[in-house]
T-cell receptor, first 110, second 111 residues
Framework: GESVGLHLPTLSVQEGDNSIINCAYS??????FIWYKQESGKGPQFIID?????DKRQGQRVTVLLNKTVKHLSLQIAATQPGDSAVYFC?????????FGTGTSLTVIP | DGGITQSPKYLFRKEGQNVTLSCEQN?????MYWYRQDPGQGLRLIYY???????QKGDIAEGYSVSREKKESFPLTVTSAQKNPTAFYLC??????????FGPGTRLTVL
């Protein structure tokens, strides 16, 4: 099966600092990637996506970087806010299926 | 939650019972998915359906069954054959190669 993993299970940052969450994926044939945010007891929410023909994509306060050479994906959150506290996980698409990482728990310290 | 509703929010099952989790979408997406989420693990695919009246097993289909009689609906039945059903169940819908939209989830607990 697929293997999508995160380097760090937990991350604590000071409010206002930038956050970086990393993800490693295993299948070089995956052509589409998504970052999700999940708050406790709720369903995942889409944050940002990127296709494999790109290496960077920016949204509002978030940036996703894709390094296909080392099969690495990262999510950067600028000026992290308390409302950003949640579990973040990446997903890769290969064929008809998505494969999900285990998640990183981000805690923002006021 | 992106036009996807799941019910109930909490569900309790006695051993030996079958229970059905509801998932409805108003996004007009062709594909629907059921995932199981356990603490410390990534989402695992149970079943998915690309079109009405067709569905495929995911990685952990044993002990589960689904139906897709309507585009909007993709109910999941957790049968008594599923030995460890306590988990958070997530339904999703998607179109083509784009993102998946998730419902709010159902937490199933075996008593």
């Amino acid at each position: 099966g697929e293997s999508v993993g995160l380097h760090l299970p937990t991350l604590s940052v000071q409010e206002g600092d930038n956050s970086i969450i990393n993800c490693a994926y295993s299948n070089s044939a995956s052509d589409y990637f998504i970052w999700y945010k999940q708050e406790s007891g709720k369903g995942p929410q889409f944050i940002i996506d990127i296709r494999s023909n790109m290496d960077k994509r920016q949204g509002q306060r978030v940036t996703v970087l894709l390094n296909k050479t080392v099969k690495h994906l990262s999510l950067q959150i600028a000026a992290t806010q308390p409302g950003d506290s949640a579990v973040y996980f990446c997903a890769e698409r290969n064929g008809n299926q998505f494969y999900f990482g285990t998640g990183t728990s981000l805690t923002v310290i006021p | 939650d992106g036009g996807i509703t799941q019910s109930p929010k909490y569900l309790f099952r006695k051993e030996g019972q079958n229970v059905t989790l509801s998932c409805e979408q108003n996004l007009n997406h062709d594909a629907m998915y059921w995932y199981r989420q356990d603490p410390g693990q990534g989402l695992r695919l149970i079943y998915y359906s690309q079109i009405v009246n067709d569905f495929q097993k995911g990685d952990i289909a044993e002990g589960y069954s689904v139906s897709r009689e309507k585009k909007e609906s993709f109910p999941l039945t957790v049968t008594s054959a599923q030995k460890n059903p306590t988990a958070f169940y997530l339904c999703a819908a998607g179109q083509g190669v784009g993102e998946q939209f998730f419902g709010p989830g159902t937490r199933l607990t075996v008593l």
